[in-house]
C-alpha cells in the first residue's frame, strides 16, 4: 500500500525510498514485530478467557506435556494477523504473487482455526476430520498451482526447476497439479507434525521462509538470475516483503511461545505457515530447494510415515514415538535442548539452499 506514496517522489526524495523493496521489507519486518509486541498479551488472555482449559492435551502422548494443560492455542493467529497487516501495508498490490501467497496463507489458516476451534470447545484432540482437512487442502493447492502457472514466464509454465542446474527443466505437463498438491499440502501438515514442542516450529519455519524470501529477491531481478544463473520469474521480489513481515510476527510469537509457553500456534499458526512456504516455493520454481530448507519438517513428516508402515506390518515400532522429536524426549533429552539443536539443523539446511544459488 505504502508504495503509492512512489507518486509523490521527484526522484531524489523520502517518498523515493518506497520504490525499494529491501527498504519496504525493512518496514514489513518492523511492523509484524510491533504488532506481536502490541497485540501478543492481550490476545493471550482473550485466548485464555474464551478457552478455559486450553489445548487439550493427548493422552498417549510424553508424560512431560501433562503440565501444559491449560495452555491457550490459536495463536498462530497473532501471527498471521501481523503478516496480513504488515504484507498489506508494505507490498504492492498489483502483484499477484503476494495475493496468491496471502490467499494460500490464510485458506490454511482458517483450515487449521476450524480444527483449533473444535477441539477447545469439545475438549478432544479429534477436531476437524482429516479427510475434510485433506480435501480442502487440495482444492486450495490447485487454484494455488494454476494460478502460479498463469503468471509464470511461458517458459517455466508447469516445468520443474532443477536446483544447481539451470538447464534442465523437466516438463511436468499434466503432473504439475499433483506435484504442486504434493509440495503444499505436504508442506503443511508437515509444519503441522513439528509443531509439537515449544518453540520447535516456529523458528524453522522463521529460517526457511528467509531463505526463500532472498532467493525470491534473486530470481525476481534480471541482473541477480544471471550472475547466479537461476531462472528468472518476474515479480517474485515482492515476496521477500511477505517473508520479512513473517520473519517480524514470528519473532512477536516466540517471544511468548519461548518455553515455558503462555501460548501454542494451534493448528491455525502451523497450517498457515506451512502453506505460506509451500507457496512461495511454487511461485519462485524452487519446489527441490524447499525440500532442503525445509527438511526438518521433511525429517518429521517421514519419521510418522515411517512408523505407521512399519507397524502395519510388523506390529512393532520404528521409533519410541513420532514424530522423530518426541522419540528424543522419550529418550531422555530435555525440551529446549531438542529445540535448539533442530533450530541449528534448520540453519545449516538454510545455508545448503542458499548455495544452490550457483555462481558461475
Known amino acids: 500500500m505504502l508504495y503509492w506514496l512512489t507518486g509523490l517522489s521527484d526522484g531524489g526524495d523520502f517518498f523515493n525510498l518506497f520504490r525499494y523493496i529491501t527498504f519496504r521489507a525493512g518496514g514489513a519486518f518492523l511492523t509484524a514485530l510491533v504488532f506481536g509486541f502490541v497485540f501478543g498479551k492481550p490476545l493471550i488472555n482473550v485466548l485464555r478467557k474464551k478457552q478455559g482449559k486450553g489445548q487439550p492435551i493427548r493422552d498417549d502422548g510424553p508424560e512431560g506435556h501433562f503440565v501444559k494443560a491449560g495452555t491457550p492455542t490459536m495463536g498462530g493467529l497473532l501471527i498471521v494477523g501481523a503478516l496480513l497487516t504488515s504484507t498489506l501495508i508494505w507490498a504492492r498490490w498489483d502483484n499477484p504473487f503476494v495475493w496468491l501467497v496471502l490467499f494460500v496463507t490464510l485458506s490454511f489458516g482458517l483450515i487449521g482455526f476450524a480444527d483449533d476451534y473444535a477441539k477447545v470447545s469439545k475438549q478432544n484432540t479429534a477436531g476437524v476430520p482429516g479427510k475434510v482437512r485433506l480435501l480442502l487442502g487440495i482444492l486450495i493447492a490447485i487454484i494455488a498451482a494454476l494460478w502460479a502457472s498463469a503468471y509464470h514466464p511461458e517458459a517455466l509454465q508447469n516445468q520443474l526447476a532443477m536446483p544447481v542446474f539451470k538447464d534442465t527443466l523437466i516438463n511436468l505437463g499434466y503432473f504439475y497439479v499433483p506435484f504442486s498438491i504434493c509440495v503444499v499440502v505436504g508442506t503443511a501438515n508437515a509444519v503441522n507434525l513439528t ?124 521409533f519410541l514415538m513420532a514424530p522423530i522429536h518426541h522419540h528424543y524426549e522419550k529418550k531422555g533429552w530435555a525440551e529446549p535442548t531438542i529445540v535448539i539443536r533442530f533450530w541449528i539443523i534448520s540453519l545449516i539446511l538454510a545455508m545448503i539452499g542458499l548455495a544452490t544459488l550457483k555462481v558461475r
Open 195 to 318: 509443531d509439537g514442542l515449544d518453540g520447535l516450529a516456529i523458528m524453522p519455519v522463521m529460517i526457511a521462509a528467509t531463505t526463500l524470501g532472498i532467493i525470491a529477491y534473486a530470481v525476481g531481478r534480471v541482473d541477480f538470475t544471471e550472475y547466479l544463473d537461476v531462472h528468472y520469474v518476474p515479480g517474485t521480489g515482492e515476496i521477500l516483503i511477505f517473508t520479512a513481515a513473517l520473519f517480524g510476527g514470528g519473532l512477536g510469537f516466540l517471544w511468548y511461545n519461548a518455553p515455558p509457553a503462555a501460548v501454542f500456534m494451534g493448528d491455525t499458526g502451523s497450517l498457515a505457515l506451512g502453506g505460506a512456504l509451500g507457496a512461495i516455493a511454487l511461485v519462485i520454481k524452487h519446489e527441490l530447494v524447499l525440500a532442503i530448507v525445509g527438511g526438518l519438517f521433511v525429517v518429521e513428516a517421514l519419521s510418522v510415515i515411517i512408523q505407521v508402515l512399519y507397524y502395519k506390518r510388523t506390529g512393532k515400532r520404528v
